[in-house]
């Protein structure tokens, strides 16, 4: 499964650790299959490869002061 972790991770309490899955899914009673997710510790989830994607396309990357200095030339 992959594993997604930002290269500057270091194991900090407030990091979060997310695993593809794709069956990750739920049945409802109709039949209807959906994606789904699960925690597996309070730092761990597993999810389904397009919750994955969900989340990624409307999340906002936080830049450092460094990496606009650099960015900006200065």
């Known amino acids: 499964m992959t594993q997604y ?3 500057e991770a ?3 309490t407030d990091e979060v650790t ?3 899955d794709p069956g990750m899914v739920t049945e409802r009673a109709d039949g209807t299959i959906r994606p789904d ?5 309070s730092h761990t989830i ?3 490869p397009q919750i994955i994607d969900a989340l990624i396309n409307q ?6 002061l460094d990496e606009m200095l650099t ?3 200065t």
């Open 5 to 7: 972790r930002h290269i």
């Open 10 to 12: 270091t194991g900090r």
């Open 18 to 20: 997310v695993i593809e």
């Open 37 to 41: 997710y699960a925690f597996i510790d």
């Open 46 to 48: 597993r999810a389904h």
């Open 59 to 64: 999340s906002e990357r936080l830049w450092t």
């Open 71 to 73: 960015e900006l030339g």
